[in-house]
């Protein structure tokens, strides 16, 4: 085995060790690689139960009628802070600890309620929706998910509250989207008693307005020369924590305190790790996935802003004695960016219930969701700039803030080529473990059991290549959609099929074709949603007896594009310039530039 096979199987052995820790139950987006359709996760559309409804419509009155009195966003942005009288008020509606238990002072609120509510922070500003994020679903969500009791005691009432307020640092110069990294070391005391800290973060987001912050840093692994990341909460106030820069000036978020500190001898009590020492990686990356199902709910909101102030513009601005709404291709921005703003809305709320649901492995979709709504998102803006001409280039609109804060999404929280490049491998492990299984009992018949894991494994295979499966949607006008769905899934097994049987072991490197991959399953995902709402929405309006609505239109359009868009990325897995792209990139790297 060469160097870079040993790395390469290194590498494969860690993230496997980081993301598959035991047997789980078959998601939804695995099960679409495997040429299943898991209907029970995603069919029918989920509801907010009534009780919890009512909280939820009442916070979010509150909540309006809140950020409609105190909330600039525009203010925000010029003076590049969010008034501590915003935060304390997001405290007293209840924002900074929406999921958090109510014995910790939280609301209990599931991650679909959490969601809405953000949704509507998303809608009006993005800095203070990603310093929520920030604060509660990547800082918070820390100690929900892995603080004891001692800890969850000690912080969880005082950040509920926005009293204390919360950070998450993972980022170092040379840890960046290789969150795995991380220089910043963590060396045991001789007693055992704490950990001494010393290393730099920087674009860490609250850092400094944060009293307590989750640190990755790298811990000795006992009886081995061997490192591992471990998760710590640290606090500003102990000696040796040094703010390098508070507010580092930036292009867009500029509410928001994104610093950069160091560690120097930082002395950090053994009880202030967090999760299960040397898990510092699971423990970042299970927070990263749960935060970016509020990511999606942030850009399910502005693109509904987009929609409304386009719009807006397009009824009211007159060119050529025709108001702006009456050109084709102004109405085909608008309505693009209404069918978007649905499948969002969509796809937040069904992840966001797996969640709830207790899918125990959720990473596929929240990465799925995080870089489908970033992308279209950025395309919504883009549309609507255009719609407004030369006015959105000036600062009395908010259109220019929108796209400035819009441009962090596809790369914060995991940049979104590392992500597609993520959710096509990870996809595809599920076949691919199957065909090695057939492969390696061909070339070694004699091994133990082989016949009998390469029976099953192929068995699954072929029913996978055989077997159109089929999409239970309750409307019938909804059945062409659905069965189009079925055949779309079944193509794109037989492609997954292809490209590994074809590729082998080089399918890890070629991110071209991952991309195709990658961007056909978040559109079939993105579909399979959209049915299942606009499924809801039609059963409801049966049972009403009400008349078709703009949304049923957006949908329909969606599910037509979509379905498009996924022929195409399948075509292309066989019909590209892959190679001349490549040659290329490598020709202009290998040139010195001047
Ligand atoms: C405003 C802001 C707020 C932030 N807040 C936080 C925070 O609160 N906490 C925190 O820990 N971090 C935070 N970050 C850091 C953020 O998560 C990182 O910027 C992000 O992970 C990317 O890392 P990088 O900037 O070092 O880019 P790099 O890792 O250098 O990547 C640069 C680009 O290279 C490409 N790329 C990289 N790897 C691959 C690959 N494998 N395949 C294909 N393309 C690739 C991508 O296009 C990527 O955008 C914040 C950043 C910003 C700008």
Known sequence: MNKLDAQRQKEIQQAEELLFAGPQALGFAKGLFQGHFVADWVMPYPRIPSTQQVELDETLKNLRQFLDEHLDAAEIDRKADIPRSVID???????????????????????????????????????????????????????????????????????????????????????????????????????????????????????????????????????????????????????????????????????????????????????????????????????????????????????????????????????????????????????????????????????????????????????????????????????????????????DLPLERMMRDARINQIGEGANEVLTSFIALVGMRGPGMEFKEIYDTMVKPTRERGFAKAWTAGKHRLGATVRVPEIPVRSAELRSFANQLGRLIWRFNVAVNRALITYREPILDMQLLQERIANAAMDLFASTCVLSRYDAELQYAQRNGSSSSPDQLAADLFLRQSFRRIRSFLAGLTDNEDKSVLATANSVLSKPSN
């Not at 307590?212 to 840093?217: D, E, F, N, R, S």
């Open 89 to 395: 008020g997001l405290g007293r509606v209840g924002v900074l600890g929406l999921t958090a238990p109510k014995e910790y002072g939280g609301r209990g609120f599931s991650q679909m309620a959490n969601c809405k509510i953000l949704e509507e922070v998303g809608r009006r500003c993005a800095s203070t929706s990603v310093f929520v994020n920030a604060h509660h679903s990547i800082g918070i969500r820390a100690l929900l998910l892995f603080g004891t009791d001692e800890q969850n005691q000690r912080w969880l009432p005082k950040l509920s509250t926005g009293e204390l307020l919360g950070a998450f640092a993972l980022t170092e110069k040379e840890a960046g989207s290789d969150a795995a990294n991380v220089q910043m070391q963590a060396r045991p005391s001789e007693d055992g008693s704490h950990f001494v800290l010393n290393g730099e973060k920087r674009y860490i987001t609250n850092a400094a307005i944060a009293d307590v912050l989750t640190v990755m840093a790298r811990t000795p692994v006992p009886g081995s020369d061997k490192t591992s990341v471990t998760a710590f909460l640290v606090t500003p106030d102990m000696p040796g924590f040094e703010m390098l820069e508070a507010r580092m000036p930036k292009m867009g978020i500029r509410g928001t305190a994104t610093g950069r500190f160091a560690l120097r001898n930082v002395k950090v009590p053994k009880e202030n790790i967090l999760g299960p020492p040397g898990k510092g990686l699971k423990v970042a990356l299970t927070i990263l996935d749960f935060g970016r199902t509020t990511f999606g709910a942030c850009c399910t909101g502005a693109a509904k802003t987009c929609l409304r102030l386009a719009i807006d513009h397009a009824n009211t601005r007159k060119q050529f004695n025709k108001t702006l709404g009456s050109f084709h291709l102004v109405q085909k921005k608008i309505a693009r960016i209404a069918a978007d703003a649905y499948a969002m809305e969509a796809m937040t709320t069904i992840t966001a219930a797996l969640i709830d649901r207790g899918l125990e492995d959720y990473m596929l979709e929240t990465a799925m969701l995080k870089v489908f709504t970033t992308e279209r998102l950025w395309e919504c803006i883009n549309d609507v700039f255009q719609i407004y001409g030369g006015s959105a280039y000036f600062v």
